[in-house]
């Protein structure tokens, strides 16, 4: 029995000789008392001048921190450190990189460390490319929706352009929201975040195709993305004719139709979406560039087409596409240069009063509206620029200068006129102004510099802006806190209703010419003329019938007792000097 402790202490030296890991013993100063031969194999390349007589200064090239953190450490045992990194810096046998250990430091007791030396390339390597799929998957992926990005819908493409044609066509999608802009002013960056989390989640139900839905041949595929702000791709791949492709986007659109909740509040938010063809689909020209950015260029084209024709729908690519998107691309060049060098000018239509005796009223107001000379291409037309200045941003820099300019205008005339000059100016505010961040108080400071009194400014919304969410609806009666007049612009086109009439923040309601114009042929829009006057009227509101450009209209809304009207029946928007002269004609009876 005397022998037992014997016999074990030897088995104990055994295997720690024989064990598959490097084991060192040294005191406190890092001198080895006792070394394996595991340890002394991954420690060797190591020891150049220093030999293995002293762990600490053996390691001292590659973890010179070991022997503070020894005598940091004031317990009377347990963990230093664990799982340290050393590179050794030669090269591994088996793997053929550079060899890493992993080192272990225990105190033992007041006086003695075990170190635990381990060879630890291979799971470098494994944390190595782990790490490397997850950044390469990061720099695939949208952060806040968890979609593919842009950069993996290039390479889907580049592999699908890549590929032999086999008979199966592909196709590009984008699309976005509607009004994400205004959306997001209203709800937040928050609200606009969850918003566009939904609209992923549905994207991806969405292109679950029902089972009576169409089938996309067998190597057909679905990646569906977000490249960025509120803007998703969608590629198809496998399809059989255009008309499949064309089916899935209308589900999309229907998918991203239906009302969200986001806050407590429901909000609606319909898409624009375009379409574009890859170049082994049916009927496509050979001849035309394709390649993974022209696609997306192309789709993101028909999108804004999509846009531009109302929202709400889709719309395929064509040819002739590229032209109009690079003309627009022309005018937001020469637009933005325009605002610079001050080639933009303002006209003003005049409003005139209808007066119980038949005659009329010259001077109750004008409309002050924007145009554009180009030094090149002469006066263009507002229809060619002004939906491009809402698209690329410039509406609200066009409608600031609209106001500061009429409102200086108004001012020099009631100096000139006193009692003939108009007495209202009537100003278009777009909904870029009204989202705009203290533009109340802006318009206050345009007020105070021209002098003009607010009561003479009347501010015109659509019926689109002004029925909007309830933060709109605020800015509205705050423009009203300041005194001026809001008017009610193109009533009859939009989301308004004569029941609703009373819920708006308006003082005139403005008649869309679009019933104007048939008054005098068509029964029907007599009766939403009379009716229209009758309701603004009895909420104590103005009405005036834009649009009037013949005698037996004019007729038609005298007879129903509207109180204003405008069009080229009475004249045309004209500069100011020319105003000034049609101010001081005499007129004949209207």
Request: aromatic content about 4%; proline content about 5%; charged content about 25%.
């Amino acid at each position: 029995m005397q022998h037992e402790p014997v016999d074990a202490y030897e088995t104990l030296v055994q295997f720690l000789y024989r064990a598959p890991i490097g084991l060192a013993q040294t005191t406190l100063d890092g001198t080895v008392e006792m070394l394996n031969p595991m340890a002394s194999s991954l420690l060797m390349p190591l020891a150049t001048d220093a030999g293995l007589d002293n762990l600490f200064d053996l390691l001292a090239p590659v973890a010179p921190q070991l022997p503070a953190m020894v005598e940091a450490f004031i317990e009377p045992s347990g963990m230093i450190c664990e799982g340290l990194r050393l590179p050794v810096g030669v090269q591994h046998a088996a793997s053929g990189s550079l060899q890493v250990l992993s080192l272990n430091l225990t105190k033992l007791d007041p006086e003695r460390l075990m170190a635990t030396v381990a060879d630890a390339t291979f799971e470098v390597q494994r944390e190595q490319e782990m790490l490397s799929r997850r950044l390469r998957n990061a720099a695939r992926t949208d952060s806040l929706t968890r979609m593919p990005n842009r950069e993996a819908v290039r390479e889907e493409l580049q592999r699908l352009l890549a590929r032999p044609q086999d008979g199966h066509g592909f196709a590009v999608l984008t699309l976005n929201c509607d009004r994400f802009r205004q959306l997001n002013d209203s709800l937040g960056q928050a609200g606009g975040d969850q918003l566009l989390m939904h609209m992923a989640d549905r994207l991806r139900g969405a292109l679950r195709p029902p089972a009576s839905g169409f089938e996309p041949a067998a190597r057909s595929g679905q990646l569906a993305a977000r490249i960025g702000g509120d803007e998703f791709v969608v590629v198809l791949d496998g399809l059989r004719a255009r008309a499949d492709a064309e089916r899935v986007a209308l589900r999309l659109l229907d998918a991203l139709a239906h009302p969200y909740v986001i806050g407590g509040h429901e909000i609606v938010c319909s898409a624009s979406l375009g379409l574009a063809w890859g170049p082994d689909a049916v009927a496509l020209d050979v001849h035309d560039e394709h390649d993974a950015d022209s696609l997306l260029r192309d789709a993101g084209i028909a999108m804004v087409e999509a846009k531009r024709a109302g929202g709400n729908r889709h719309a395929v690519f064509e040819a002739s596409m590229r032209e109009r998107a690079a003309r627009r691309a022309d005018i937001e060049a020469d637009l933005r240069q325009a605002l610079a060098e001050e080639q933009l000018f303002v006209v003003y239509q005049p409003v005139v009063r209808l007066l119980p005796d038949g005659g009329v009223d010259r001077a109750a107001g004008v409309e002050a509206l924007v145009r554009w000379r180009h030094p090149q291409r002469g006066v263009v037309p507002p229809i060619e620029f002004i939906q491009v200045a809402e698209e690329c941003g410039l509406i609200g820099a066009l409608g600031d200068f609209v106001l500061a300019r009429a409102c200086r205008d108004f001012m020099d005339w009631q100096a000139r006129l006193h009692e003939a000059a108009p007495r209202l100016m009537a100003v278009n505010l777009s909904r870029a102004q009204l989202g705009q961040p203290g533009w109340i108080d802006s318009v206050a400071a345009v007020l105070r510099t021209s002098g003009m009194p607010p009561a003479s400014l009347q501010l015109e919304v659509t019926e689109s802006l002004a029925a909007q969410d309830q933060d709109t609806q605020v800015r509205l009666h705050e423009l009203k806190a300041l005194g001026v007049k809001l008017a009610l612009d193109d009533f009859g086109t939009g989301y308004s209703s004569l029941s609703s009439l009373h819920l708006l923040p308006v003082d005139t309601v403005k008649i869309d010419r679009s019933f104007v114009c048939q008054a005098d042929t068509s029964f029907h829009h007599r009766v939403l003329i009379e009716a229209t006057v009758k309701v603004a009227q009895s909420l104590g509101m103005t009405t005036v019938a834009e649009g009037i450009e013949t005698r037996s209209q004019l007729d038609v809304v005298r007879n129903q007792r509207c109180d204003k009207v405008q069009g080229y029946y009475f004249s045309r928007p004209l500069p100011a000097p020319e105003l000034l002269d049609w101010l001081a004609q005499e007129i004949e009876t209207a």
